[in-house]
């Protein structure tokens, strides 16, 4: 399942960047990685920016650049 496909308030387990090298290793940076659980804050209509929570902080991703996460374990689904 892709990260831009999960609804606003639902938790998943991160378990695959897709990203261009820059982008990926920009977000490997920031906390997002392989094993971590995210949580949906935003989903913004029209192609905008998903929000997600990291821990203690949120982050804005692309939706196109969410559509390139794979995630799993997405509060039993």
Do not use: H
């Amino acid at each position: 399942m892709k990260l831009s496909q999960i609804p606003k308030g639902k938790q998943c387990k991160v378990k695959s960047l897709n990203l261009a090298s820059e982008t990926k290793k920009k977000l490997l940076e920031l906390g997002l990685f392989p094993g971590r659980t995210v949580e949906v804050v935003q989903d913004a209509p029209f192609g905008g920016p998903v929000k997600i929570k990291i821990g203690d902080y949120c982050l804005a991703l692309r939706k196109s650049e969410a559509e390139q996460i794979e995630v799993e374990g997405c509060d039993g689904t």
